[in-house]
């Protein structure tokens, strides 16, 4: 169960890392734009990706602490 954590922490610090590069970039760029995601429509831009990375660092933390 431990090497099973250690690789969804690690999968998450990628993920982090994959979240930041896209933030930037849009952040650079001035991108902002709607993507459909099944019947939502949602925005896509460096906030959306900030989010994002806020959560995957909340579940890597998680992961490490239990």
Same mark, same amino acid.
């Given at each position: 169960m431990e090497k099973s954590k250690?690789?969804?922490r690690e999968f998450l610090q990628k993920e982090i890392?994959?979240?930041t590069a896209l933030a930037l970039f849009l952040?650079? %760029?001035g991108i902002e734009? &709607?993507?459909r995601f099944g019947r939502k429509t949602i925005s896509i831009g460096p906030t959306f990706y900030?989010? %994002?990375m806020k959560e995957a &660092?909340?579940?890597a933390n998680?992961?490490?602490n239990t």
């Open positions: 250690q690789r969804a890392k994959t979240y952040a650079k %760029r734009d &709607r993507v900030k989010d %994002r &660092r909340k579940l998680e992961l490490k």
